[in-house]
């Protein structure tokens, strides 16, 4: 399996407390990717970053009364428009404090969603949870922040019950005309935040973790556009982001926003699996 240095924990933790303050300011509070639909979809990022979180909730095909986990919540976004839009109960989990009490603090003010929503700071390779404990887990854009992604997904498959689904995006590597997998891949990057799998290795990755995949898509034609917000969001909150990890990680950061629409070696994979039933 291919991947690049696996991150630190320790690091995605440090890096979220620092920006998570800064990112709930933008984007309704959603930190990640925008879907859209084809080339003429003119949708805001505001509201294709809705769209991103409608693609994975119709992968995890939720249910009445499910209980649902959130492996790597954010400051919870996805988490609450689940619970707004389905009525199940989700627990979401991060590794990082700032997040997670921003996250149930935005879960105590919202309208309609007490008690359907909580968070807790909780490593997703170590889940404090039973076997068998949920109907689904959602997973997005927190997979490629794993330093060991095989334990991750065995631990969502352990807290699955049979026939439980998966859904899950995240940034990975497409794979492109020559690419045989070996080595680093060519769009390197400095962060010691993230890794990727190559899109068509997920499927035998899925399956050593015990899950069944029932759909790997390649989006990242889809999601492409979404650098360019993510550098317009980060300029309008320079001095904010400049007070939380300095002048120069600030333009390190810009610099590779920068490349990443037009980096062929980043891509962008929706996958929904299950657990079989037993």
């Not at 996805?78 to 990082?96: E, F, M, N, Q, W």
């Not at 610099?255 to 929904?272: F, N, S």
Request: glycine letters at 8%; aromatic letters at 6%.
């Amino acid at each position: 399996m291919t991947t690049e240095k696996a991150p630190s924990s320790s690091k995605v933790a440090d890096m979220y407390d620092e920006i998570t303050t800064v990112m709930a300011k933008l984007w309704n509070g959603n930190l990640h990717y925008g879907y859209w639909s084809g080339p003429d979809d003119d949708s805001s990022f505001e509201e294709a970053v809705d769209h991103m979180t409608e693609q994975v909730i119709r992968r995890l095909d939720p249910r009445p009364g499910q209980y649902v986990l959130d492996a790597g919540c954010g400051i919870g976004s996805p988490a609450l428009k689940l619970a707004r839009d389905h009525p199940v109960t989700i627990k979401g989990i991060s590794i990082s404090p700032r997040q997670v009490a921003l996250a149930n603090e935005r879960a105590g003010n919202a309208t309609g969603l007490a008690g359907a929503a909580s968070f807790e700071v909780v490593d997703a390779m170590s889940l404090p949870y039973p076997d068998g404990t949920f109907d689904g887990v959602l997973s997005l854009e927190s997979m490629m922040h794993m330093p060991d992604k095989l334990r991750a997904l065995q631990e969502i498959r352990r807290v699955l019950r049979p026939g439980g689904r998966l859904a899950l995006a995240d940034i990975a590597r497409p794979t492109l005309p020559g690419d045989n997998g070996d080595g680093a891949p060519k769009a390197e990057t400095s962060d010691e935040t993230y890794s990727m799998v190559r899109i068509d290795e997920y499927g035998a990755l899925l399956r050593e973790a015990g899950l069944e995949p029932l759909e790997i898509a390649d989006v990242s034609d889809r999601t492409r556009r979404s650098s360019r917000h993510f550098v317009a969001g980060a300029e309008a909150c320079r001095d904010e982001y400049v007070r939380a990890i300095g002048a120069e990680e600030f333009e390190r950061r810009l610099e590779e926003g920068r490349r990443l629409e037009w980096t062929p070696e980043i891509g962008y994979v929706l996958i929904a699996a299950r657990r079989p039933e037993e």
